[in-house]
């Protein structure tokens, strides 16, 4: 009697396993970012615009949409260097799996901060296009961190896990169109707590992240579909 109650609840844990890897893989389809086709983009020199902090403008715990890609985020804390890792990132994936040139962060970064001091307040979509002309690039990437919050404890155990929130946008000077988006919001959870975060938490080895290693599954997953000619 015992086997076959144990046989049953294995049953069910099975069909239970199943249907959570069919809706994760449902809602990572419906999520996927929006792209281009890449045959059309007409890009050959791209600016890298190091990524901006949501925090500096809104409070810790804010609700706030994303002006660029249109999601809604929960601002919080962002750990100190999490721009320039981020930043970063972006530049390893360009020179590695792109042919665009590349027109590097600090030569964005002094544009800006020149056409900042000589103008009004320029809404974010303008000032990066505006930053994009003087650099004479035929792109414009950039992002915005919303959460960069690092984990409190190990990989094994956890008083506070860690928490990411970023998006990354490309802008394409000719016509200032958003040409693609990209965006990501995960707090890690334990498995226990959510069944549905099965196939993440196989593939990430069952550890507590540190915030470097969750922005860094969230940025693959995003970039998989960033536009390549």
Known sequence: MGSRRLQAHIA????????????????????????????????????????????????????????????????GPVASGADSYMTKQILTFLKAETPYTLIPPRAGEEAQSKIVSESVLLPKRDLLLETGRKLQADAVVSGTIFRFRQRIGTKFSVDTPASVAFSIYLLREVDGRLIWVGHFDETQQPLSENLFKLSSFVKRGGAWLTAEELAGFGFNKVMASFPVP
């Open 12 to 75: 069910v844990l099975l069909i239970l396993i199943g249907v959570c890897l069919c809706v994760v893989a449902c809602v990572s389809r419906s999520q996927a970012p929006s792209a281009e086709p890449p045959q059309v983009l007409n890009i050959k020199t791209l600016l890298v615009v190091p990524f901006n902090i949501a925090s500096e403008q809104y409070e810790v715990g804010t609700t706030v949409r994303c002006s660029m890609c249109g999601a809604v985020f929960l601002t």
